[in-house]
């Protein structure tokens, strides 16, 4: 598929996410118990068992070079060329209230930059694998690894934009984010990681998010680039493992370019 990044290490990413998906499903809408980590966000058994299995066929499969960053279970070797990024559930308010739009997020960075994303969404179907240099593509409803492109939009007023809760900003990040919300045609909340596929496949234009770890973007930029849209903190810089949590998605270069200076401005 690509020169640059090993078929290999593509093959394991999807290896990754047809694990993942029966262990989730095994739990999804039953009647699991809900615990809430140090930063008040739930946490499952099947959160933490899914990222176990991911950890342990990496362990087996991956080169012992490799590092491995996953939110349940921290990190490794994250010094390493290569790090793989896990989000077994992304998601999980969602995946506890019964609601299919949880994901989990595989990425591989090479040198702390995102080169390979999947975002596999087990409940609906739907899968979405993204590689540096190559068009991103699409698995489920009748798509068996299509080609995806983001769609033009016109400027921010004829944006529809996605986030996954106002409650995720801290004050000053809400105050910007509702400038980009007045500026847009509507806005969606509730989203999680489906809204990233959505602006990937064509049909959302604008996602403004905050409060988030490399596990919960590095995926998404991947697909995003590789479906022609563009993706990147608030301050307009390319997403890494050090980035400092903001993201600003669009399938749009000039909505993009809209959003980005209401969010970046004081």
């Known amino acids: 598929m690509n020169g640059v990044i090993d078929q290999g290490f593509i093959d394991l990413a999807l290896k990754l996410a047809d694990a993942s998906g ?105 899968r979405w694998l993204g590689v540096a240099g190559a068009p991103s593509l699409h698995w489920g409803r009748g798509d068996t690894g299509a080609p995806v492109r983001s ?45 990233y596929a959505m602006v990937a496949s064509g049909q959302t234009d604008l996602v403004a998010e905050a409060g988030m770890q490399p596990y919960d973007y590095l995926a998404h930029a991947v697909v995003v680039t590789g479906a022609g849209g563009i993706i990147t903190d608030w301050q307009g810089a390319a997403l890494t493992l050090e980035s400092p949590g903001s993201v600003l998605a669009a399938g749009d270069a000039r909505v993009h370019a809209s959003a980005l200076e209401l969010l970046s401005a004081a």
């Open 22 to 126: 029966p262990v989730i499903l095994d739990y999804f809408r039953t009647n699991l118990a809900v615990e809430r980590k140090d930063d008040a966000s739930p946490v499952t058994i099947a959160d933490r068992e899914t990222e176990t299995v991911l950890r342990e066929i990496l362990t087996a499969e991956a080169p012992p070079t490799h590092g491995i960053l996953g939110e349940e279970h921290g990190g490794e070797r994250l010094d390493a060329e290569y790090v793989w990024v896990l989000d077994p559930i992304d998601g999980t308010r969602a995946f506890v209230n019964g609601i299919p739009l949880f994901g989990t997020l595989i990425a591989l960075t090479q040198n702390g930059a995102p080169v390979l994303g999947v975002i596999d969404h087990p409940a609906l179907g739907e």
């Open 151 to 195: 769609r033009p939009c016109g400027g921010l007023d004829q944006a529809l934009l996605c986030a996954t809760s106002p409650e995720m900003f801290s004050p000053d990040q809400l105050s910007r984010f509702e400038r980009v919300s007045a500026g847009a045609r509507d806005t969606r909340y509730g989203t999680d990681c489906y809204a």
